[in-house]
């Protein structure tokens, strides 16, 4: 399900190029925390899906709409390649945490794209947990909700029914899965992020006081109902839209995200977390959630 670059035409040597080359702020020791005056008033702190890096979201580029974006690496990818890939989302978590604990001392969102999209709620909870500055908003796309069991045991399969799964679904070139040398590198690295949703197992808890926003595409496996179940992680009513195209539809839709993002951390600044036209605090068990296609040049229905 899970793609390995960002873009089907870029070569395995540009991607560790770009792993060089990209801003990676949160993952540089030393870093202030605090934004500067008359620059970004807000953090969008995003995290990896299966098998990619921090290059994976260069669409939202590194800043838009006063919206500093900072992503960030997970062993076993980009410029940490050579350590061991982690086969757990617990110590997923913990690394991730050593890492935006800078960038969380202004205001900041968070935003991940499936698995990376449950790894930003459960550094949500834990934020909530060391009573650590909270978010002002959750952003989660191509993801069921994590009460909804992660079923699939792909990392599981034999390597010819592993790479056929990855055709089906989409997630990784076939050039690159017919290059044994590629594969050889990235194989153990999918098959670790995949066991570590496998092996999750959902506590409920309290729900957050911030919104969440969930995006889906049309074609993708999460289904309408997976992502509404969202609704039981937040207070506020959720917001769930969905794009065109199947479980990566976000490299076709930088641009409608970016607007997507801004309205709602924009809502937030103004003092209405949930949204335009959306009550706060309205009970879980209430709440109406917003669906619509969004298509380029048009928005939410």
Do not use: N
Not at 43 to 49: M, S, T
Not at 280 to 291: D, L, T
């Amino acid at each position: 399900m899970q793609r390995l670059f960002s873009e089907r035409t870029q070569t395995m040597d540009e991607q560790r190029v770009a792993d060089r080359r990209l801003p990676q702020r949160a993952a540089e020791p030393g870093l202030e925390g605090s934004l500067e005056a008359g620059g970004p008033t807000m953090r969008l702190l995003c995290f990896p899906f299966s098998g990619g890096s921090a290059t994976s979201y260069r669409g939202l580029g590194t800043c838009f709409d006063s919206i500093e974006v900072s992503t960030f690496e997970l062993p076993g990818r980009g410029r940490r390649f050579s350590e061991p890939a982690l086969e757990r989302c617990e110590p997923m978590v913990e690394d991730l945490l050593q890492q935006i604990r800078p960038r969380i001392r202004a205001p900041y969102a968070l935003f991940g794209h499936s698995m990376g999209a449950l790894l930003a709620y459960l550094i949500a909870k834990r934020v909530i947990a060391e009573g650590l500055p909270c978010p002002a908003h959750l952003f989660v796309s191509g993801s069921r909700a994590p009460a909804v069991i992660f079923s699939e045991r792909w990392h599981l399969l034999p390597r010819q029914e592993f790479h056929r799964v990855l055709a089906e679904l989409g997630g990784c070139p076939p050039a690159i899965l017919s290059d044994p040398e590629l594969m050889a590198l990235y194989e153990p690295v999918l098959r670790a992020d995949f066991g570590a949703m496998a092996s999750y197992r959902h506590e409920p808890s309290a729900p957050f006081e911030f919104p969440i926003t969930a995006v889906i595409g049309q074609e993708d496996r999460v289904s309408h109902d997976q992502a509404r179940a969202w609704q039981q992680e937040t207070v506020q009513p959720l917001r769930l839209e969905r794009f065109a195209g199947g479980h990566f539809f976000i490299f076709r839709h930088w641009q409608q995200i970016q607007r997507l993002i801004s309205a709602r951390l924009s809502c937030a600044r103004e003092g209405d977390p949930s949204g335009p036209g959306r009550r706060q605090e309205r009970p879980p068990h209430q709440a109406r959630v917003s669906s619509g296609v969004l298509r380029p040049g048009v928005g939410s229905e």
